[in-house]
């Protein structure tokens, strides 16, 4: 009875009046929403369904025995990279390499103009 009363004061009443009545139904539909949410969610968390599964996937698959184990080929078939350079640079400083180094030494000590053709 008393809700058909203000229903039919409504009816008759302003449209500002009706449109607060509306808005204040929509805002209590939307926190009722979000409490039962918030309450749903929470309990979910305290019973713990929700645990997370990091066994599985590309990770476990991935083994690092077999990384290692392929560098390790690769190195003893092609030799180790610093094993190369080392034997190319003595090999230059034994010829050729060393002369030209003692050269741009000097002209670089002498002041002029240093290998890029920069001034001193």
């Known amino acids: 009875m008393v809700i058909q009363k203000t229903l039919n004061n409504l009816k008759g009443g302003a449209k500002e009046d009706k449109v607060a009545v509306a808005s204040g139904v ?3 539909v939307v926190v009722l929403l ?3 949410w918030a309450f749903y969610f929470l309990h979910r968390i305290a019973s713990g369904s929700q645990q997370l599964n990091l066994t599985g996937g590309v990770q476990s698959q991935f083994n690092f025995q077999n990384v290692t184990q392929a560098q390790q080929q690769l ?3 092609f030799g180790s990279p610093t094993d190369d350079l080392q ?3 003595a090999q230059s400083q034994e010829g050729n390499g060393g002369q030209m180094q003692d050269q741009q030494m000097q002209v670089q000590g002498q002041g002029g ?5 920069t001034q001193q």
């Open 75 to 77: 190195q003893q078939q």
């Open 26 to 28: 929509a805002i209590s």
């Open 113 to 117: 103009t240093d290998q890029f053709g």
């Open 34 to 36: 979000l409490a039962l």
């Open 87 to 89: 034997e190319v640079r």
